[in-house]
């Protein structure tokens, strides 16, 4: 991602001082489901529509998050792929 905003300002990233975004401790299972169902895209002929579900509840079913933080869970990734997503549209 800062790879694409560095090309638009014409600068080349440092990654050894970048300020990477810390992970609250309310939205570490999230991670964690996201980053075993990053790769399972929906894909249309104008990129990329979203995470499939079914990698989604896939992931959760793996990890064993128990039954309360499910809902919980799918919607913040839902969230993290539409915010993703939708600026990979407007590139």
């Not at 895209?41 to 079913?61: F, H, N, P, T």
Request: hydrophobic content about 40%; charged content about 30%.
């Amino acid at each position: 991602m800062c790879e694409k905003v560095h090309k638009k300002s014409n600068t080349i990233p440092d990654c050894e001082v970048c300020n990477k975004p810390m992970i609250l401790p309310e939205n570490f299972e999230a991670l964690r489901v996201y980053s075993l169902c990053s790769k399972q895209l929906i894909l249309s002929y104008g990129g990329i529509v979203g995470i499939r579900l079914e990698a989604i509840i896939a992931s959760i079913d793996l990890l064993d998050i128990p039954r309360i933080d499910r809902v919980e869970i799918v919607e913040k990734i839902l969230l993290i792929s539409d915010v993703l997503y939708k600026k990979e549209e407007g590139n």
